[in-house]
């Protein structure tokens, strides 16, 4: 779906969100959302905000679980994902710090394989993913998982490309600085997701916007998975659009 801008694209995924929470809170229900980073998702999370602050929406049963995170990260740096996750949305809305749930970058090594386990299973133990979110990287990563990823793959500990460590070097000053892992969730883990909403704005994105919607399945872009999905939309703007 192309729409005029991120902003107004952003307001109506917002919005489709805030219906589901509301419809799960009049059933007594929890809603699990999966979260991304990223530049892409903030107007999401603005107009949430928005929605909490001036229409009174309540986040006591929304259970959040996010993609990824860098790998190892001290989760008070700037540039970790709690942080931003943070900043953008937790710290403004009345969600239980006990419901969010973030890839941890401060693992042992030998202990991260048992954590990414536990971590699907959470996903499960709460009835699995009702929307997740996701932006796309320039490798065609969606979360991170880089080029060569399985379509079955689950949450576990990869090593970034090149490319992804040169976009991120904006966060972090350089390139070195970047970590050169993350643990993310899977493709197979992204695909239980009973609704899978991709967002990509700005003509930097339109070049594997219309490689992950008219190119080849194949590993080498992961998000062309998508395209086997009968759940996913894709949202994007005129820009990221121009391509297609
Ligand atoms: C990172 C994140 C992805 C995100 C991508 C695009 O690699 N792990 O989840 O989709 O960046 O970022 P941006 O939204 O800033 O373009």
């Known amino acids: 779906?192309?729409?005029?801008?991120?902003?107004?694209?952003?307001?109506?995924?917002?919005?489709?969100?805030?219906?589901?929470?509301?419809?799960?809170?009049?059933?007594?229900?929890?809603?699990?959302?999966?979260?991304?980073?990223?530049?892409?998702?903030?107007?999401?999370?603005?107009?949430?905000?928005?929605?909490?602050?001036?229409?009174?929406?309540?986040?006591?049963?929304?259970?959040?679980?996010?993609?990824?995170?860098?790998?190892?990260?001290?989760?008070t740096a700037k540039q970790s994902y709690v942080a931003f996750?943070?900043?953008?949305?937790?710290?403004?809305?009345?969600?239980?710090?006990?419901?969010?749930?973030?890839?941890?970058?401060?693992?042992?090594?030998?202990?991260?394989?048992?954590?990414?386990?536990?971590?699907?299973?959470?996903?499960?133990?709460?009835?699995g993913l009702d929307i997740q979110l996701l932006g796309i990287g320039r490798t065609g990563h969606i979360g991170f998982n880089e080029p060569g990823s399985a379509p079955n793959s689950g949450t576990r500990l990869v090593t970034l490309e090149e490319l992804t460590r040169r976009d991120a070097s904006r966060d972090f000053g350089a390139k070195e600085n970047v970590p050169s892992k993350a643990i993310t969730m899977g493709i197979g883990t992204i695909f239980k997701a009973r609704e899978i909403i991709l967002m990509a704005w700005n003509k930097t994105k339109a070049s594997i916007i219309k490689k992950a919607v008219e190119g080849d399945i194949t590993g080498e872009v992961p998000?062309?998975?998508?395209?086997?999905?009968?759940?996913v939309e894709f949202i994007v703007d005129e820009d990221a659009a121009s391509e297609l």
């Open 1 to 75: 779906t192309v729409y005029a801008s991120q902003q107004e694209a952003s307001v109506i995924v917002a919005a489709r969100i805030a219906t589901l929470i509301k419809a799960k809170q009049a059933k007594g229900e929890t809603a699990v959302l999966g979260l991304a980073t990223g530049a892409t998702p903030v107007k999401v999370y603005s107009e949430l905000v928005r929605l909490h602050k001036e229409e009174g929406l309540s986040f006591s049963n929304v259970v959040t679980f996010n993609l990824d995170e860098y790998y190892p990260i001290q989760p």
């Open 85 to 127: 996750m943070h900043e953008h949305l937790f710290n403004h809305i009345d969600i239980a710090p006990a419901n969010i749930h973030i890839p941890d970058g401060t693992l042992n090594k030998d202990a991260i394989h048992a954590w990414c386990l536990e971590y699907e299973q959470k996903i499960e133990k709460f009835g």
């Open 223 to 231: 998000a062309t998975f998508l395209q086997l999905s009968s759940s």
